[in-house]
């Protein structure tokens, strides 16, 4: 069974302080692994896929790396307007021909000014 | 822009009505649509998957008597929620995507049964 587990549950930031957020997970033939950012009341926002071990996406002050166990998402010089929850998924080989998305239990990130 | 919509974002109704949420693909065709539930602070529950043409495949769990899906075209699918209770009170979102790319996910519909 595909399990996605994500640390901190919450993170509290100053403005400007960089930090990371983690994203464990163990899947049967891995399909992409995705992170969202979702604002209270509102659907998840896609930010990134990343497909193999040793890959990087960058998105302003966001940055994706991914390993064959677990995912980072770093955060540089954040703003407050980044305050969200960052959910990770992770997609596999299902039984239909596009795979299911897992989730993990998400990281609300407040950033004070 | 959004690439799903969702409606409606909010229902409140009374016990034993029947509910009728629609997602809709807005920019392409998507033969394959899901159905997720969030509880308060907690994360995306997959419900089911809606296949275009054929019936929904319903995770462990969930009671497919209870929440009827039709995906009647590649760029509508709607969940119905039958006879209403409070315990079904949530937050229904919708995803959607074609092939390999990700999904996209619709605004969500709170739910609120009195």
């Known amino acids: 069974e595909d399990q996605v587990t994500q640390s901190p549950e919450a993170l509290r930031l100053q403005e400007g302080e960089s930090s990371s957020l983690n994203c464990s997970y163990t899947v049967s033939g891995l399909r992409g692994l995705f992170w969202y950012r979702q604002d209270p009341g509102k659907g998840p926002e896609f930010l990134f896929t990343l497909y193999s071990a040793g890959e990087e996406k960058e998105k302003e002050r966001l940055k994706a790396t991914l390993t064959k166990k677990e995912s980072f998402l770093h955060i540089t010089a954040p703003k407050p307007e980044d305050s969200a929850t960052y959910l990770c998924?992770?997609?596999?080989?299902?039984?239909?021909?596009?795979?299911?998305?897992?989730f993990g239990q998400g990281t609300i990130l407040t950033v004070h000014p | 822009g959004a690439v799903v919509s969702q409606h409606p974002s909010r229902v409140i109704c009374k016990s034993g009505t029947s509910v009728k949420i629609e997602c809709r693909s807005l920019d392409f065709q998507a033969t394959t649509m899901f159905w997720y539930r969030q509880f308060p602070k907690q994360s995306l529950m997959l419900m089911a998957t809606s296949n275009e043409g054929s019936k929904a495949t319903y995770e462990q769990g969930v009671e497919k008597d209870k929440f009827l899906i039709n995906h009647a075209s590649l760029t509508l699918s709607t969940l119905t929620v039958t006879s209403a209770h409070p315990e079904d009170s949530s937050f229904y979102i919708c995803?959607?995507?074609?092939?390999?790319?990700?999904?996209?996910f619709g605004d969500g519909t709170r739910l609120s049964i009195l």
């Open positions: 998924a992770v997609r596999h080989a299902g039984g239909t021909s596009y795979g299911k998305l897992t």
């Open positions: 995803s959607a995507g074609v092939s390999n790319q990700p999904q996209h």
